[in-house]
């Protein structure tokens, strides 16, 4: 790649590491000032309903997975950075084809090409499969349409002769609730 493409680059990853930098920055501010001005509101959580305290717990992970997302997104663009140093900005690390300019715009710490791309996330969404497919394990082994074909009727006769877990039987053998 061009010494000029490179430098164009560059600057391009530094401009978008500032910025998570910055709303990296901004995210743990704003969370120290949230936990300061409930602490002082509230002398427990003791009196609080379980609902508020489960919305709080709910914002704040839902918080804490937001900064993980740009802090994982800061290290990407860190190695992208790097891989300008070494010479290797660019390529895909896949295939070993150069990234179309026009992704790299896009995308600056993109390390696939477009089809390698495509590729990778097909295969994520032919493992993670169409969730009104999914089924539980279980069926994969035993069909629950099989299941106690042998047995049928055979419940409720148990039943007749054991009982329920709230009848218990008297000392003739009859089963009283």
Same mark, same amino acid.
Request: proline share 2%; charged share 35%.
């Given at each position: 790649?061009?010494?000029?493409?490179?430098?164009?680059?560059? @600057? #391009?990853?530094?401009? @978008?590491? %500032?910025?998570?930098?910055?709303?990296?920055?901004?995210? %743990?501010?704003?969370?120290?000032?949230?936990?300061?001005? @409930?602490?002082?509101?509230?002398?427990?959580?003791?009196?609080?309903?379980?609902?508020?305290?489960?919305?709080? #717990? =709910?914002?704040?992970?839902?918080?804490?997975?937001?900064?993980?997302?740009?802090?994982?997104?800061?290290?990407?663009?860190? #190695?992208? &950075?790097?891989?300008?140093?070494?010479?290797?900005?660019?390529?895909?690390?896949?295939?070993?084809?150069?990234?179309?300019?026009?992704?790299?715009?896009? &995308?600056?710490?993109?390390? #696939?090409?477009?089809?390698?791309?495509?590729?990778?996330?097909?295969?994520?969404?032919?493992?993670?499969?169409d969730k009104k497919?999914? +089924?539980?394990? %279980?069926?994969?082994?035993?069909?629950?349409?099989?299941?106690?074909?042998?047995?049928? !009727?055979?419940? =409720?006769?148990?039943?007749?002769?054991? !009982?329920?877990?709230?009848?218990?039987?008297? +000392?003739?053998?009859?089963?009283?609730?």
């Amino acid at each position: 790649m061009e010494a000029e493409k490179m430098n164009h680059y560059k @600057h #391009l990853l530094q401009q @978008h590491k %500032e910025n998570r930098e910055d709303i990296i920055d901004d995210m %743990e501010t704003l969370s120290l000032a949230d936990n300061d001005n @409930h602490g002082s509101s509230e002398l427990s959580n003791y009196d609080n309903h379980p609902a508020e305290i489960a919305s709080e #717990l =709910f914002d704040k992970e839902h918080q804490m997975g937001l900064k993980n997302l740009e802090e994982h997104e800061l290290k990407e663009l860190e #190695l992208s &950075l790097k891989k300008i140093e070494n010479g290797t900005y660019g390529t895909c690390e896949s295939c070993g084809k150069d990234i179309d300019s026009k992704r790299l715009e896009l &995308l600056p710490q993109a390390k #696939l090409c477009i089809d390698c791309a495509k590729e990778a996330d097909n295969f994520i969404a032919d493992i993670k499969g169409d969730k009104k497919k999914r +089924r539980p394990s %279980e069926e994969q082994v035993i069909h629950s349409s099989n299941l106690n074909d042998s047995a049928r !009727g055979e419940q =409720f006769h148990d039943l007749m002769e054991y !009982g329920s877990a709230d009848s218990h039987q008297d +000392r003739g053998g009859k089963i009283v609730q």
